[in-house]
């Protein structure tokens, strides 16, 4: 198979993936013994990206998947196709999400310790339902509770390469001062109770923090969720 036509199948299973796509699956798409290799795929993934540099579209790597997409700064225009209002979230959620991203793994009790309130059932059974968190364990103590890692989905709907693309937790501006202190974060101390869209949790990229307080290594990302 020549690499024009390569390409094209590339570029089409990925327009109708609807989600990334990861070298392996791309690999499936072809019958035994006519396989391309990783190496001859990773080359149309780049000649595509170059393709992609001028026109609207671009090609994006999401935790070892490849989408195609539209670029971010159209955003504004591409938006007034759809007549739905963007979902919204309470500061809870999104705090509680935020916790969850940064400190992963953990369990709800170390939620309500870092925000110093109870974390509601709906606010947990929400993000499951989502798909942006999964539970990734059982601590072991009395009772083992349950531990929660952020999922594949969540890097998707945020437009994340990887848990190292999360921004500043400075973005989060309802964390307590103890915490931003204890992560050597500054955090904006705005009380307003009004609901942020999901948008907002997530702004500009910047540093990350890649372990939690006990050192353990935060999960990897799979399929699952």
Not at 40 to 65: K, N
Not at 127 to 139: F, H
Not at 162 to 190: F, K, W, Y
């Amino acid at each position: 198979m020549d690499e024009s036509e390569l390409k094209n199948i590339i570029e089409a299973a990925m327009l109708a993936a609807g989600g990334p796509l990861t070298i392996e699956r791309m690999c499936a798409l072809f019958p035994e013994g006519e396989q391309p290799g990783r190496d001859e795929i990773r080359h149309v993934l780049a000649v595509l990206e170059a393709e992609y540099q001028t026109r609207g579209i671009e090609l994006r790597e999401i935790d070892h998947g490849y989408r195609i997409q539209t670029r971010e700064r159209y955003a504004s225009w591409i938006n007034r196709l759809s007549e739905e209002r963007p979902a919204r979230y309470s500061r809870a959620l999104l705090e509680t999400l935020a916790i969850i991203a940064y400190r992963q793994p953990v369990t709800r009790a170390d939620i309500e310790d870092i925000r110093g309130v109870g974390v509601s059932t709906e606010i947990i059974k929400t993000l499951l339902g989502r798909g942006w968190v999964r539970q990734v364990g059982q601590k072991e103590v009395p009772g083992r509770p349950a531990l929660y890692g952020t999922a594949r989905a969540f890097l998707e709907y945020f437009n994340l390469g990887g848990l190292a693309d999360l921004p500043p937790l400075a973005e989060v501006r309802a964390l307590s001062v103890v915490e931003a202190d204890h992560l050597g974060i500054e955090v904006s101390q705005t009380t307003s109770s009004e609901p942020l869209s999901a948008d907002e949790l997530l702004g500009a990229g910047g540093a990350v923090i890649t372990r939690d307080d006990a050192g353990l290594e935060m999960p990897s990302l799979d399929d699952t969720a």
